[in-house]
């Protein structure tokens, strides 16, 4: 087997070897002839119109075809340089046409930029003056717009300081500036909703429909001559109109009650308590849980009382206050 093998191996190399041999022959003649034929002289002459002197000179096909190469190089050349320039100068217009647009861009956005920070600068002292209010801290007023510290500028970015239009930074500002407004908006945000938190749950309200007839206070009396001391306010109704509880709390006191006839006493958060007294019914029982705007009772002129009206207390700690800043809105 291994005989069969090697004697077909040598066959196969001596059939190709040949074939090979015969190639190398015939390219060797190409090649000569090439040459042959390459270094064949031809003569160029030169005749002047009046035939004294001749030029002649032999040149060879090689140095022809040399020439000829080396013109097609350069006319390849000219021709790619010359389109290569035109695509230049259109993506030169190209280019132009864009910075125009980006400069008529950045126009616009200076004027909005600094329109921006115009309205900032306008706001500022309206935000001041919430914050103030909201966080009852005068003294740190002026600093909420220091106490902002944004990231430091990339490192691509601080080179180009120098490049990038002065409204970039001027928004850096106004970013800084309405993060602290945004904070300032949080702390009042914050104050209304304990404000409205405490208003919703402490006496704000007026308890009945009518006019004030007695404020709170020193008054002439209406049973007599002579003053007397007047713990709340008198606001005078139709017989049976609703008496309202002015806050949510729970009722402590509701029957009779000497001078205030029938009355309905409310304890409520924060220490305060409201009374309604010269009841002419009740409509609620000691330990009811009231809600704000919840009718209690009606307008009567049941003990000392000189006509159909609520008297209407507001004590804090036990202490009568004048209630008429407690009612948000007076018939």
């Known amino acids: 087997m291994r005989y069969r093998i090697k004697n077909y191996h040598g066959k196969m190399k001596l059939k190709y070897g040949e074939k090979l041999q015969v190639r190398k022959k015939k390219m060797g003649k190409w090649w000569d002839r090439f040459r042959e034929k390459g270094h064949e002289k031809m003569t160029i002459m030169f005749i002047p119109h009046n035939e004294k002197k001749i030029f002649t000179f032999q040149i060879s096909k090689f140095f022809i075809l040399f020439f000829v190469l080396l013109f097609m190089v350069v006319l390849a050349t000219s021709s790619y340089a010359v389109i290569k320039n035109a695509s230049i100068k259109r993506e030169e217009r190209r280019l132009l046409s864009n910075y125009k647009d980006v400069r008529s861009i950045l126009l616009r956005f200076e004027k909005s930029t600094n329109s921006i920070q115009r309205h900032m600068d306008d706001m500022k002292p309206e935000i001041e003056e919430l914050y103030a209010l909201a966080s009852g801290n005068e003294g740190r007023v002026r600093g909420i717009w220091k106490s ?184």
Request: contains cysteine.
């Open 148 to 331: 902002i510290e944004l990231p430091a500028p990339a490192g691509d970015e601080a080179k180009l300081r120098g490049i990038l239009p002065d409204e970039i930074y001027a928004l850096k500002d106004l970013q800084k500036d309405i993060v602290a407004t945004t904070n300032t908006v949080k702390v009042v945000k914050n104050f209304i909703d304990v404000r409205t938190k405490v208003i919703n749950e402490t006496p704000s309200i007026v308890p009945n429909v009518g006019h004030i007839t007695s404020l709170f206070g020193w008054r002439r009396s209406p049973f007599g001559f002579g003053r007397d001391w007047h713990a709340g306010i008198d606001i005078a109704g139709p017989h049976g109109s609703d008496i309202r509880a002015t806050a949510p709390g729970k009722v402590v006191v509701a029957g009779w009650s000497g001078g205030y006839g029938y009355l309905v006493h409310i304890r409520h958060k924060y220490g305060f308590e409201t009374l309604y007294g010269h009841c002419s019914e009740i409509l609620v029982k000691e330990g009811d849980a009231v809600k704000k705007g919840q009718v209690v009772a009606k307008v009567g002129q049941t003990g000392s009382a000189t006509g159909n009206h609520c008297h209407y207390e507001v004590r804090l700690g036990n202490i009568a206050i004048n209630p008429y800043p407690y009612m948000r809105k007076v018939w």
